[in-house]
């Protein structure tokens, strides 16, 4: 047999058989025709992966730079800025802290004696407040709480408080509302809020050292968290502070959301050790046919773009495996014969054969992949009263998987695809993902918006088993529907 | 033109070098061909498909192994796509023994390669494609049952019979001499 083999092979490997001509022709022509066209770089997988972490690393670095430059900032002050300012005083500036609020604001005022308005510049949540309003039930945040107390003393002291600022020859009024400066408090004593002037300059050079830069006209004007500037007249004969300002900021604002999606998934699969018959055969046998996630988002605004969202979802992954279900059938026949000879004796004779016929069975069968996975996204957001648009980015950890159904082994015989198998094919463990989408948003109603959330997820990691010899990952597209309802402000507290 | 030469040219696009590996090879990758064709018509097909691919590929090539194994697998791929196409249907044609009848070596000593080739157009397909993959081109069964898509067990029966029909064939051409 080898020998009969041998000689086969001896002859045949190297024959030539004669060649058409006109092929070279053909040849040449077909080749023009399908030139392989190179792939271009942004299609390339890796170079997604690295524009996804990048885009989401850009605007989770943009969300921590902005708010925290707001900090920093909020308590600066510029001469250009200062259109509330309306005329100099030489003494009255006055500098509130509190320990308990985490705002940091600058509120400058023109206060003088000579005129009964004064003016005050503050992040404000009321239209106006007068200032039997500022009791302790009725304050509601701790700017309020501040400004009421500034309001008592100026009642109790009938004084402004003064801030002078060395370098200047402008001089004017200022509430600075900080918690990092919780050293000075002024409550309803008269002697915290000092009428000399060495108290006074104190205060202002302790706040000057905190904000303001050495030099420069203090107290002009205010950047608040928002760059709107929120103006209120302080009445002394009327005791009423009025304030004129901006629309609520979102920046409190916390959210729910409630999606679903349809997804069209994509599994790569790349080799680690397994031949590339293997890898055919599961390219051959497995198709996805789609699937779905669903989830719950809370989402907190860190200011009026910038926002956090996190939270958890189920996604489920359906896949089509086809397989070919080899089966061998023999069939017996018996053939009897009968015939006279020349003896007149009947002779019966059975003749039997068996046929084995080899055949195969095409089966299907689905492969389900469920996940639980916890996002963790940064998003920007812009827009209008009734539309917001905003980009997300971030990570989803996929931190469990279930799944069941048929695969291939090493071998390529049928192997169960089932999470509680010891040998399984897919890795339970923490799998990362990264997530880019954009969101649009319509306010439907009170407190509730409607959004519409195209992304996409690549995954950054295996979701194999290492020891399997191939490593396949899901990279997926979807569209996230759902309702994004804005938690009341009364219901957090 | 060394072999470095024309992979070099080749991968450069040059017309000139192209044209001289495929009239070193065409022959033998003719012949490749042939023995997976049903007729001249489609392995003259196969022959084309197979060559624009080694062109295309060329760069892929990685210098790791012979160069004409490596442009042999190519064209056996595509062969194999077009018996994919058709279905190829793997079954027994016949029953009983599949004990090998013994050949003396003189008598299949005595064919020329193209009584051979003759020999094995006649093969019903499955038996002849496995055979050329086992046989001649040195797949295992285990390969030629992923590239096919039937079992390896399959494979082995179909070579058996296979060789058992061919060897039927030379010893009917060896009463015919006689």
């Known amino acids: 047999m080898k020998e009969f083999d041998k000689y086969i092979k001896d002859n045949l490997y190297n024959y030539e058989s004669p060649v058409p001509e006109g092929l070279w022709d053909r040849i040449v022509a077909d080749k023009d025709k399908k030139k392989p066209t190179p792939i271009p770089f942004w299609k390339n997988g890796y170079f997604q992966s690295a524009i996804i972490a990048v885009i989401a690393f850009a605007i989770l670095g943009a969300a921590n730079w902005y708010t925290n430059r707001n900090t920093n900032t909020s308590a600066s002050t510029t001469q250009k800025e200062t259109p509330l300012v309306k005329t100099t005083s030489l003494d009255n500036t006055a500098s509130i802290s509190t320990k308990n609020t985490n705002v940091t604001a600058t509120i400058p005022a023109t206060l003088t004696k000579q005129e009964e308005n004064k003016t005050v510049s503050s992040l404000a949540h009321s239209a106006a407040i007068t200032k039997k309003n500022y009791d302790k039930k009725n304050v509601g945040s701790p700017i309020d709480q501040s400004i009421a107390k500034f309001s008592k003393t100026l009642a109790h002291t009938g004084n402004i408080p003064t801030e002078l600022a060395p370098s200047s020859k402008t001089k004017s009024n200022a509430i600075a509302i900080n918690s990092t400066i919780a050293e000075k408090h002024i409550g309803n004593n008269n002697s915290e809020t000092s009428n000399t002037d060495n108290s006074q300059i104190n205060q202002v050079n302790e706040i000057d050292n905190h904000y303001f830069e050495r030099g420069s006209i203090v107290t002009k004007t205010t950047s608040l968290l928002t760059n709107k500037l929120v103006s209120k007249t302080l009445t002394d004969s009327k005791k009423t502070i009025t304030a004129i300002h901006l629309p609520n900021t979102s920046a409190k604002n916390w959210f729910v959301e409630l999606y679903a999606s349809p997804d069209y998934d994509i599994k790569k699969v790349n080799t680690s050790g397994a031949n590339s018959f293997y890898t055919q055969a599961l390219d051959t046998a497995q198709k996805l046919s789609g699937g779905f996630t669903v989830g719950v988002r809370i989402s907190k605004n860190l200011n009026n773009h910038f926002s956090l969202k996190s939270g958890i979802q189920f996604k489920e992954i359906t896949e089509r495996f086809r397989y070919k279900q080899f089966e061998s059938k023999s069939l017996t026949v018996v053939t009897e014969r009968s015939y006279v000879n020349n003896d007149g004796a009947t002779i019966s004779n059975k003749d039997t054969t068996t046929y084995v016929q080899t055949g195969y069975r095409l089966m299907t069968s689905f492969n389900i992949y469920k996940q639980i996975e916890i996002p963790v996204i940064a998003s920007y957001q812009i827009g209008s009263n009734k539309w917001h648009f905003s980009a997300n980015g971030g990570i989803i950890a996929n931190i469990a998987s279930f799944y069941e159904g048929k695969t291939f082994d090493n071998s390529l015989n049928i192997a169960p695809l089932s999470t509680t198998q010891q040998n399984g094919v897919l890795k339970s463990t923490v799998n990362l993902s990264a997530y880019a989408g954009i969101s649009f948003l319509y306010d439907i109603g009170k407190n509730f918006d409607a959004f519409a959330e195209p992304y996409c997820k690549y995954g950054l990691s295996n979701s194999s088993n290492a020891s399997f010899s191939f490593g396949q990952r899901f990279n997926s597209i979807g569209l996230n529907l759902g309702i994004r309802y804005k938690i009341p402000h009364t219901s957090i507290k | ?178």
């Open chain 2, 1 to 178: 033109m060394s072999e470095h030469e024309l992979i070099k040219g080749c991968i450069e696009q040059n017309p000139h070098t192209q044209r001289a590996l495929f009239e070193r090879y065409a022959g033998k990758f003719m012949s490749v061909c042939v023995r997976y064709a049903l007729d001249t018509m489609e392995a003259e097909d196969m022959l084309q498909e197979g060559f624009v691919r080694i062109f295309n590929n060329l760069h892929q090539f990685k210098h790791e192994g012979s160069f004409e194994g490596w442009m042999r697998r190519i064209v056996v791929n595509v062969c194999l796509k077009y018996i994919q196409k058709r279905k190829l249907p793997f079954k027994d044609i016949e029953g009983g023994s599949t004990q090998d009848i013994q050949v003396a070596p003189y008598i299949y000593g005595s064919l020329s390669e193209d009584d051979l080739m003759k020999l094995i157009s006649q093969l019903p397909d499955g038996y002849r494609i496995v055979f050329n993959l086992n046989v001649i081109e040195g797949y295992s069964h285990e390969e030629i049952g992923v590239m096919l898509g039937i079992e390896a067990s399959t494979s082995r029966s179909q070579l058996v019979k296979a060789r058992r029909m061919l060897q039927n064939q030379i010893i009917k051409l060896e009463k015919i001499a006689v």
